[in-house]
């Protein structure tokens, strides 16, 4: 079995602020449905929005799904107790509901919609949900009968059927590298080191357009950013950010300059300074 939590449309949190439209969507085209402290299916929308205007949540809404194997054929009571199995773990029991089982993909699931404001007028701290929503997986499918899935926690589980979570090991520059891509739209420095042709394009591009250092004779640092090698810089540049997202550290610089000029690459590689580029 596998969580998922369903974030908000803009990105900043998980679930949403309308409770009309979510309910219609996962009872559209469900198989079977369930309610939890509501009194009817065509009302609910409108009991659970009472109950959270109670409260000053912008989004009280929360949808969460579990999904079984391809070949995981669970019942609805089974279905059913999962989703409720969940509910129990978030601290959610006692809130507004809607449980609705969907078979129309490979991968049967049940989509929860579940009013973040409980009766008993307290909200739901839904901190680290997905972690608690992955025990609960584990959880059921010992109860039930099912193969562990795959997650992102390494789970034991004791003869008394108590599941604990541990973090998976990462490769912690390789998870850094990828945030800083995905946050900022940058290539990352890991995945800029092994290009293929990251040479040539720096000699052909940053040395031109930031009038980095040259071959020896002429002015400033030398940058040699072949594979394997320290990054150097021209003198007054290496605070900045470049092109290709790097910034070149005050070690780095001084490397270069310990270390003294480098050879360029084949291509045209003249200096910026020389006479026959210098402007007049």
Not at 49 to 58: T, Y
Not at 75 to 93: H, K, N, P, S, V
Not at 213 to 221: E, F, I, N, R, V
Request: aromatic letters at 4%; hydrophobic letters at 30%; a positive charge.
């Amino acid at each position: 079995m596998i969580p998922k939590v369903v974030r908000s449309k803009d990105g900043k949190g998980s679930g949403g602020r309308g409770f009309k439209g979510a309910v219609e969507y996962i009872s559209t085209k469900a198989d079977a449905v369930a309610l939890r402290n509501v009194n009817d299916l065509t009302t609910a929308p409108r009991e659970m929005r009472a109950i959270a205007n109670e409260s000053r949540l912008d989004k009280p809404v929360h949808h969460f799904i579990l999904s079984w194997a391809e070949l995981e054929r669970p019942t609805d009571e089974q279905a059913f107790a999962a989703a409720d199995a969940a509910l129990e773990r978030l601290g959610m029991a006692d809130h507004q509901a809607i449980i609705a089982i969907h078979r129309d993909r490979d991968h049967h699931h049940v989509h929860v919609v579940v009013n973040k404001r409980g009766l008993d007028g307290g909200t739901a701290d839904l901190s680290h949900d997905y972690a608690r929503l992955e025990k609960v997986c584990r959880e059921v499918e010992h109860d039930q009968g099912w193969a562990q899935d795959r997650g992102h926690f390494n789970a034991e589980i004791g003869d008394d059927g108590r599941v604990t979570l541990a973090p998976k090991p990462t490769d912690k520059k390789k998870h850094q590298g990828t945030d800083r891509e995905r946050h900022t739209g940058q290539e990352a420095l890991g995945t800029f080191l092994s290009r293929d042709d990251l040479h040539p394009q720096l000699a052909q591009r940053h040395r031109r357009r930031h009038h980095l250092g040259s071959a020896p004779g002429g002015s400033g640092w030398p940058w040699s950013a072949l594979r394997g090698q320290r990054l150097r810089c021209a003198a007054g540049q290496y605070d900045r950010p470049h092109r290709f997202g790097i910034s070149v550290t005050h070690r780095q610089a001084m490397g270069a300059k310990q270390a003294g000029t480098a050879a360029w690459a084949d291509a045209d590689q003249e200096s910026p300074t020389s006479p026959e580029r210098r402007r007049p």
